[in-house]
């Protein structure tokens, strides 16, 4: 799966670096590694006509001015691979930003998955994935639950991750927000 998210600004990025670290080290969860870069996803797909998908993000990121997310606390998504996430705050500000980003790239691709369509979407910044199991799932948990969460940072790019079946992710390309939109 490839996919459009955002990166995390310094010092957020190397602080879930950190955690990664934390998790492989003490409980050998490295799953997360295929996607090596701290970030939220906006959307997440099988395939994207990149030539389009790159158009339609820098139109977009073109008409975007910076915004500020918060995060609070720790999620998991269950089932048979669950995930442990940081929760990103779901604000009216992101929910309709979502939905742009979301038009925008309708027509860029196939196979997108339906956990980020605007209906469905947890805006959440992965700790543990691919190898968290029934086993490990308390311990690593418990290391966690005591750290706190409640983080304020700046959203100002779009990042295109290609994340080939079987291999680690690479961004293909990055576009920033305008600084300042000019007055109406």
């Given at each position: 799966?490839?996919?459009?998210?955002?990166?995390?600004?310094?010092?957020?990025?190397?602080?879930?670096?950190?955690?990664?670290?934390?998790?492989?080290?003490?409980?050998?969860?490295?799953?997360?590694?295929?996607t090596p870069f701290?970030?939220?996803?906006?959307?997440?797909?099988?395939?994207?006509?990149?030539?389009?998908?790159?158009?339609?993000?820098?139109?977009?990121?073109?008409?975007?001015?910076?915004?500020?997310?918060?995060?609070?606390?720790?999620?998991?998504?269950?089932?048979?691979?669950?995930?442990?996430?940081?929760?990103?705050?779901?604000?009216?500000?992101?929910?309709?930003?979502?939905?742009?980003?979301?038009?925008?790239?309708?027509?860029?691709?196939?196979?997108?998955?339906?956990?980020?369509?605007?209906?469905?979407?947890?805006?959440?910044?992965?700790?543990?994935?691919?190898?968290?199991?029934?086993?490990?799932?308390?311990?690593?948990?418990?290391?966690?639950?005591?750290?706190?969460?409640?983080?304020?940072?700046?959203?100002?790019?779009?990042?295109?991750?290609?994340?080939?079946?079987?291999?680690?992710?690479?961004?293909?390309?990055?576009?920033?927000?305008?600084?300042?939109?000019?007055?109406?």
């Amino acid at each position: 799966m490839h996919g459009i998210v955002s990166l995390l600004p310094q010092p957020y990025y190397g602080e879930v670096e950190k955690l990664w670290d934390q998790l492989e080290n003490n409980f050998g969860l490295s799953g997360i590694q295929v996607t090596p870069f701290p970030h939220f996803s906006w959307q997440i797909g099988e395939v994207y006509d990149e030539t389009m998908l790159r158009e339609n993000l820098e139109r977009l990121s073109g008409q975007s001015n910076p915004f500020t997310v918060r995060t609070t606390g720790l999620g998991v998504f269950s089932g048979v691979q669950p995930v442990i996430f940081i929760a990103v705050v779901k604000s009216p500000q992101l929910i309709d930003f979502h939905r742009r980003v979301w038009q925008s790239l309708e027509s860029t691709g196939s196979g997108i998955s339906p956990y980020y369509n605007p209906d469905n979407w947890v805006p959440h910044i992965s700790l543990a994935y691919a190898d968290v199991t029934q086993e490990n799932i308390g311990q690593v948990m418990e290391s966690l639950a005591f750290q706190t969460f409640n983080w304020t940072f700046e959203v100002n790019n779009f990042v295109y991750i290609h994340e080939p079946d079987g291999e680690i992710g690479k961004i293909r390309f990055r576009t920033d927000f305008q600084t300042e939109l000019p007055a109406k």
